[in-house]
């Protein structure tokens, strides 16, 4: 089952570079895009990361850091980020496999691959809005950018 | 099922008839070779259907991707604000493989576009923001990839690189 909203999101430390790793505690009082995705060199992944890749200003814009996961390797992470120019860090839930996916129940046994899902945490870490996309669809940003704004509207309802 | 955000306003790029039943938006990227394989598509279907389609073009280029696809769309903004935006939009589709600079100011040449005034318009604040605006509309829209086409407001999912593809959306909505 996809973690849904109002869960803590599962902690987790995984190679963002070949000589670098990234947690998701380094991120706390940002809010966070979790973007799990099947494969890197995949054409609909690569519409999706391309896509995305576009939107930093966006993300920035809502004060948003936006992380890709699959289970390629490091390695091939950093050819696909060369390759694409993408610009921002994609993690490698490579060692045990799946590890991480399987934590936000965005994997997918059969495959050995993680699902299409989304996730926005708040800056406590909390998961505020998932979604699960069918494997062969391209889920788009609207999602992502409407949940980003109901987190503005909240905050400004605080205030 | 995403809907068109914001509906066509009169900010929009359109050609076509006014009062057309069908409205046609595409999103599209000068440097996307899908969208250059679209646009003979659309053509015909104007040719053919114009009195029921109008047709608005709004830009999503993915710069990172194809390094030409804005400074093609602020091109043909900038020709729009000469009155020519579909002259260019046409020439830049058709030369799309020559896409540079200085192609972008010889097809304003060859259009008798007043170069120095294009010039200045393409690198305004007023076209780089309508671009941007295109492009976040676009997000909001739930575009995912180009050409991404939408008919009356909703979405065309089943567009597949045909002329029939289209031409048979059109036909539903009338």
């Known amino acids: 089952m996809l973690l849904e909203k109002g869960t803590a999101a599962p902690a987790f430390e995984l190679h963002s570079a070949p000589d670098q790793t990234l947690k ?51 390695w091939s992470h950093k050819a696909y980020r060369e390759n694409g120019n993408i610009q921002f860090p994609l993690l490698a839930d490579f060692e045990p496999k799946g590890k991480v996916s399987k934590l936000y129940g965005a994997y997918n046994e059969e495959q050995g691959r993680s699902q299409r899902a989304l996730f926005v945490l708040d800056e406590k870490g909390t998961i505020q809005w998932s979604y699960l996309s069918p494997i062969g669809e391209n889920p788009g940003a609207d999602g992502i950018l409407k949940a980003l704004e109901d987190l503005d509207k909240q905050a400004n309802e605080q205030e | 099922m995403a809907n068109l955000t914001p509906p066509v306003n009169e900010h929009d790029q359109q050609t076509g008839s006014s009062n057309a039943p069908v409205t046609l938006v595409e999103y599209g990227d000068y440097q996307c070779p899908h969208c250059a394989q679209a646009h003979p598509l659309v053509k015909q279907l104007l040719e053919e259907k114009g009195d029921q389609v109008r047709f608005v073009y709004r830009n999503f280029p993915l710069s990172q991707s194809h390094a030409m696809a804005k400074p093609a769309a602020q091109a043909a903004e900038a020709a729009g604000q000469q009155g020519k935006f579909w002259e260019m939009h046409d020439m830049i589709f058709e030369n799309q493989k020559q896409l540079d600079q200085d192609s972008l100011n010889k097809f304003a040449e060859s259009l008798d576009l007043d170069v120095g005034k294009f010039s200045k318009d393409k690198e305004s604040e007023e076209v780089a923001s309508k671009v941007e605006e295109d492009f976040e509309s676009g997000i909001r829209s739930g575009v995912n990839g180009t050409p991404s086409f939408f008919i009356n407001g909703e979405r065309l999912e089943t567009y597949d690189g045909s002329y029939e593809s289209l031409s048979t959306a059109v036909e539903a909505q009338k």
Do not use: T
């Open chain 1, 24 to 74: 998701l505690s380094d991120l706390k009082g940002k809010r966070v895009v979790l973007v799990f995705y099947p494969n890197d060199w995949s054409p609909v992944c690569g519409d999706q990361i391309a896509l995305y890749n576009e939107m930093l200003s966006f993300f920035q814009k809502y004060d948003a850091e936006i992380i890709g996961i699959s289970v390629d390797s490091k």
